[in-house]
């Protein structure tokens, strides 16, 4: 494939017009790209149509057009001489609740330019959606929420060019992936309904849009294709996670698994999907234990206890002093406590086998993680019972969770081919770990895939082919969105995942406790 | 059909969102129109989105949607409450070179409201296109001549909104028929190269443009359609005038004629349509002769010669004291000077039969029309062998036009079922004096129906149902422009036809001349 006419960059001659063939500039520009792309639908704009017959002339009638597409619609956005070699950039963007993470890719070559992110500005207003939500509802809160993102958005962009030597102007096309509530307050749409039963978007499929009309600074012919939702709880990230896993295009039944408060799982193959998303509870991020933090510097991301003298052995991100413990380090640490014999199959800490790590603040018993001589932070970091409760309800729910929609779709958690986690969560989960306390099912460790930003992943791929905005569509018609029926098997379920691993352990036969009690 | 469902205007009554259909607002109201419009296509504007919710909700999930079509797709305009009384008005314009029509029709029943006019106010760069458009190659000089055409525009619509009690914002769809230069114009697109071989225009087809993007002061979510072209001479307003008279309806083949300085002309039935356009002289428009003028009050527009006494009767437009004569006029006197024997078959004057009206100014034989005494300029009104002269090559020109185009489809001009006269010429003209004089075809004289404005009514049918949209599009695609071949033939035809009637009298067997030379 030429680069000058891969994916959305296409170059054509167009016959010269003459006496005998009069037709109009545009509709000359288009016949030629409707037989290029095999299509019948193709669009132009106003501001293009004031600039298109200098440019063709000047370009001699061969020209480079970019274009995008709509469902079944293709739209020029831009045409330039076929000889030019300004940069025709892209932006992808993960719209998330906490943090906004940019990708600029080079359009003609589809390769990555630069990535940034920053703090969603919204977390001004509310840490999580539901408080921004209720703030759109008064006089005025969502123009201000909208304008926080928008503007957010725009230093980023002005930022990330400005460090890529590019104008903001070269920037054509964006892709937007980002949960309903995100996307809604990114467009302007009102939330209020989302989290009302029951439960109603503004729109599942926002489409292509221009970006001035959204208040972006990029190319004023600059169009922004927003990612669909299945609903307010299955929003577009997790769609451009699904495009991104290749899920969709699996013949063997896999799983994706994103985990933050809630855990949105996905399970299917080429041919279904279904999707469902259940409370996990909070102990995978920060804000439970009084050490528990999300991933970042000097958080504590992995642990591994020794078994022949129980030493700790830890490893924090970027190599500081220890400040924290995110839910991957959590996860290894009750592995650990639970291999070694420290914690008993109900998860309660067993005094015998923790010795002199055992301590005792406020009437509650502790285990120190990290001595205050060791710590980043200048005192001991614990681990206390009750955030061990929390962890195990939280590995419990995930667990249900798996064996419901694995058991819904008539198939056993060990017979997925391939169990795809996203997020930050799914790059530093240690599967062993996760395994050992029987929160993900004991499949062969390969099984495992860590997606990483998926969201953005999708984004990007969305920027790269039109196949791929037609996969996007397809998934979000795919997608049968189950709600989970909290009865009294789903009961039963969550109380036999509450034990270590469960309480049939030839569900984990790879558990072996090293303990020598 | 009930009023409020005519048309554009829909009222859909949608299920109540609910745990099991929780599709979102936008989605559900597009899913009941794709029922209602049994289409696959339909689009809605983000301004519209983020009014939504609230919207659907406040009227109880029964909406009235305005919609409008752009070739195979579908797009919300607008929603309201289905039991709001709001005005909905559409604006039809006839896009003159000279003059500019409105008409504002109310877009539920399809009744029109008002109409108005302005002179062009480009006319204050040039009275002809072709000064414009070299005006339009000067720095600024293409926004200067959009500038005023909107703000000419922009005045009428306010105007006629003040007049009528009704707002601006009332106005959501407008449909412009105006030819092509005029129309590029209007658009700001650049009209360099329509008047240069090959004459080639910015596009053939505007399509559906938001009013906003036009800088016309209507509704914010106003749609503006703009009538296609065939090329830089035969414009939306031809176009418009086809789809009126119902030419490409017809089983049987009829030809419309529209003259100014040029004649154009189509012919055709529901099958096919052939389209030229030639020069037929300034002649039938105001500049040529000193008395010649565009019909306007005071404006002869009738002439009739008594046989017995010879005495001129005439009729001027509004009853006013004579101040010049249009036209229409003029094919009346020629006519009548013609059958009475005071000009000869060569249309020279004789000057046995002019008695005292003949006198002679600068050397020039004229005939007085009116005397000074009676006049409204206080002037004799003539007319002089040179501008008989002007006149005769113009009706030759005319006939020899007629007389080509249908031989071009091999049928003679007495075979036309109906001729469609266009424009204020067709409103004056008596089809029995242009037939006298041989400038039209010697059919029955109810064979010749006067359009009035057409390109108006054609704008105006376009405001009242998406069928006739779709006419307009196969309009346009299904004429065949041909360029006049000025060939021997065609010189040989022009020579008979500079004959009253013409040189082969049997073609014009009802005219008798009465003279008793």
């Known amino acids: 494939m030429n680069n000058n ?72 956005v831009n045409v330039t001489h076929s000889q030019e070699n300004n940069s025709i950039v892209g932006l992808a963007v993960d719209l998330g609740t906490t943090k906004v993470v940019g990708r600029l890719l080079n359009l003609s070559t589809g390769q990555i330019i630069a990535d ?32 926080l993102i928008i503007q957010g958005l725009n230093s980023m962009i002005a930022e990330l060019c400005r460090s890529c030597k590019l104008a903001t102007d070269d920037i054509y096309l964006l892709s937007i992936a980002g949960n309903t509530a995100m996307t809604h307050l990114f467009m302007g749409l009102n939330p209020h309904w989302l989290i009302r039963e029951p439960y109603i978007p503004v729109t599942n499929r926002p489409g292509l849009v221009k970006a001035v009309e959204l208040g972006i600074k ?22 451009a996670g699904i495009l991104f896993s290749g899920l969709n295009r699996n013949e063997d039944t896999a799983i ?57 052995t830890f490893q924090t991100i970027g190599g500081l ?106 790059t530093y989960i240690n599967p062993e770990s996760a395994i050992s306390i029987g929160m993900l099912p004991d499949l062969p460790q390969d099984s495992y895939k860590p997606l990483g930003n998926s969201s953005l992943g999708g984004a990007t791929m969305a920027l790269r082919s039109y196949e791929f905005l037609e996969e996007i569509d397809n998934i979000r018609d795919t997608i049968t969105y189950i709600e989970l029926n909290v009865n009294q098997e789903f009961m039963n379920r969550f109380s036999a995942a509450k034990f270590l691993p469960h309480t049939d352990p030839t569900l984990f036969p790879s558990v072996k406790v090293w303990s020598k009690q």
């Not at 061969?62 to 739209?75: A, E, I, M, S």
């Not at 528990?292 to 078994?307: L, S, T």
């Open 5 to 76: 006419n891969s994916g959305w960059l296409k170059t054509v001659s167009l016959p010269s017009p003459t006496l005998q063939n009069n037709t109009a500039d545009a509709d000359r520009l288009i016949r030629a790209l409707k037989t290029r792309l095999n299509t019948d639908a193709i669009d132009i704009d106003l501001d293009l149509l004031r600039r298109l017959p200098d440019l063709i002339r000047k370009s001699n009638y061969t020209v480079r057009c970019l274009l995008f597409k709509d469902r079944q619609r293709w739209l020029i």
């Open 321 to 426: 002093p220890p400040k924290g413990i995110c839910g991957s380090g959590l996860i290894d640490l009750a592995a650990s406590f639970f291999l070694s014999g420290m914690i008993d199959i109900r998860g309660k800490l067993v005094p015998s086998q923790c010795g002199r790590r055992l301590t005792e603040k406020d009437g509650i018993q502790h285990i120190i993680v990290v001595p205050a001589s060791e710590s980043g932070t200048g005192t001991d970091l614990t681990i206390s019972q009750a955030d061990l409760d929390s962890l195990i309800r939280s590995k419990a729910a995930m667990y249900t969770i798996i064996a419901t929609i694995t058991s819904s779709v008539g198939i056993a958690p060990k017979d997925l081919a391939t169990f795809y986690v996203a997020g930050t969560f799914g």
């Open 256 to 312: 994706l698994v994103d985990v933050g408060t809630n855990a949105e799982v996905v399970i299917g193959n080429k041919k279904w999907l279904i999707a469902c998303a259940g409370a996990a509870g909070p102990a995978l991020e920060g804000g439970v234990t009084r050490m528990g933090m999300m991933a970042g510097p000097g958080v504590i991301n992995k642990v591994a206890i020794d078994p022949a003298d129980y030493q700790f």
């Open 218 to 239: 990029a190319n004023p012919l600059a169009r922004a294709m927003i990612f669909p939702n299945v609903g307010s709880y299955f929003g577009g990230d997790l769609i």
């Open 116 to 147: 940034s992110s920053f703090d969603n500005p919204q977390l001004s207003i509310g840490p999580d959606i539901l408080t921004r939500i209720h703030f759109a509802d008064q006089e005025g809160g969502l123009e201000r929420l909208n304008k």
